[in-house]
């Protein structure tokens, strides 16, 4: 919306403070557009470590001799 306010000091003074508004707004938007990569960058890292740990579990059960049947980890009964 624009408003007119005519010229000389005053509207200097209204245009100054309409720019100065502007910038503060489109600096707040650029930091919580940068705080929102922030929060995706950290998801991404929580969900491959969630994956990488997964991996890890898995191996270190296999180790010890268990195995997944239909879902659920077993011991694997070995025949003497």
Known sequence: MRIYIG??????M????????RQARRAAREAW??????IQMADMAAAECRVLA???AMAALLI???HVHH??????????
């Open 7 to 12: 010229r000389g000091p005053v509207a200097e």
């Open 14 to 21: 209204a245009a100054l403070l309409d720019e100065q508004e």
């Open 33 to 38: 557009n940068a705080e929102q990569i922030r």
């Open 54 to 56: 997964e991996l890890l």
């Open 64 to 66: 010890e001799g268990y």
């Open 71 to 80: 879902g659920e980890i077993r011991r694997r009964l070995w025949a003497c």
